[in-house]
């Protein structure tokens, strides 16, 4: 069989993406190859994101800075957003209308997988919460026991520091067991303005 290994590596890079098959990235591949200022354009911005996109040192989003402008910005209202992943927040962003603060943990609690609350950013939780005078903690995660246990797990975090702080969490239209980022803007708006006290 011949074979040229620049053409394998990058098949075999591209199948790590997800939802991509050998299939999938054996076509991707050709199509580079036949279109090399597409595949020049997607490997320069590649490699400007990777060397410039990093995570905020205050709410662990995406950020070009050390803190990104959202924690940057004093005028937004004092509420804190609490969510799974940095993606939940661009995502939050866009369908919201209004200017939250947000909190990414990296992940819900689960043992069996090694995420504990010291793998995950929930103990700066109630600092933020002190030194930025944040009035409500808005759970978002997600509607699964983990996600559940998440919240569980914030909410007696917060009632040990003392913190009067009002915390709530989405509610309706948000299927169980499934993620954040697969609901539609709507959808989401309407569970983040219905939510109720946690
Ligand atoms: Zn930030």
Redesign the pocket.
């Known amino acids: 069989m011949y074979r040229v290994s620049y053409l394998e590596r990058l098949k075999k890079a591209l199948v790590k993406l997800p939802s991509i098959g050998e299939k999938s990235a054996e076509r991707i591949t050709y199509f580079l190859l036949s279109n090399k200022e597409i595949a020049s354009e997607i490997s320069n911005a590649l490699t400007e994101t990777i060397e410039n996109v990093r995570f905020?040192k205050?709410?662990h989003?995406f950020?070009e800075q050390d803190?990104?402008e959202?924690?940057q910005d004093t005028t937004r209202e004092k509420v804190l957003c609490v969510v799974e992943k940095p993606e939940d927040v661009m995502l939050l962003e866009e369908v919201l209308g209004k200017k939250w603060y947000y909190h990414v943990i990296g992940g819900v609690l689960s043992p069996m997988n090694n995420k504990t609350p010291e793998t995950l950013y929930i103990n700066d939780i109630p600092s933020r919460v002190k030194n930025d005078g944040i009035k409500e903690v808005v759970l978002a995660l997600p509607p699964t026991v983990e996600g559940d246990t998440t919240g569980y797990y914030i909410r007696n975090l917060l009632k040990e520091h003392k913190l009067n702080v009002k915390i709530t969490r989405i509610s309706h239209g948000i299927p169980r067991g499934s993620d954040l980022s697969f609901q539609d803007g709507q959808t989401l708006k309407e569970a983040l303005e219905e939510r109720k006290e946690f």
């Open positions: 905020c205050k709410c989003g950020s803190i990104c959202i924690c």
